[in-house]
DNA sequence: CGGCATCCTACCTGATACTG
DNA sequence: CAGTATCAGGTAGGATGCCG
């Protein structure tokens, strides 16, 4: 899950490295990615709040997807040295620069229901 | 994931259709469905040209994830009944319409690579 | 050519328990 | 508070092989 242009398996691989969209995809790759990005887009975020943020996310998943955008540089993780614990998450220039994308899904999903509405 | 609007635990459920970008992120949901659509933006295209353009798919998922896409409505599948079999797929105007988000993923990954340069 | 059918693995969730 | 550990169960995805 965050491994990517490495392990190209010999040949008629085009993918990861001359597309762009595969590219991004491949940061994105995760479940959750994109909605932790939205929600982290307007304000740094506490684990917790962000759980709360994501109906349906497991706390297993939050922390490794969280971790997987650390160190694709999306997220940056300030840990308070404090009882209790505070941690906050929030996005990095990079993850920022991804706006656009979450920009564009969020004026999609709004259309959406505007042009072919759900019934 | 069709109803959410009932279990709604008292608020607190952003969910499925409050949420455009899940809404987003609902029909985008499959591993190529992204890239599916962003090679079906130029032009209509065949089954195994398509599998061909999309290095590393399966044929059943591809398949899985075309009538995935056909029963979103993204996607249209029309069948020559000629022999051997020709099956063409196209996006409709609906799919048409994810256009910008796909576009986003693709300037994000050309400026990603100028940016922060993958060493 | 464009699929299904089958089998099998990897990933995701849910619940619960435990730590610093 | 913010995790880590573990187990069960489900679904998504991968690798074949067969068929009209």
New interface residues.
Partial sequence: MSDD?KDTPSG????YET???????T???G?WK??II?ELLPAPCRFNELK??L??VSQRLLTAQLRSLEED?IVDRKVMEVVPPHVEYSLSE?GR??Q??????????????K??P?S
Avoid: D
């Fill in positions: 242009s008629a691989f085009i993918g597309c762009p969209v595969r590219r991004t995809l940061v994105l790759n479940k994109p909605l939205y709360r943020r109906p349906g540089g990079k620069s991804l656009p994308v979450l920009q564009a899904m969020e004026t999609w999903g709004e259309n959406e229901v042009n072919f759900i």
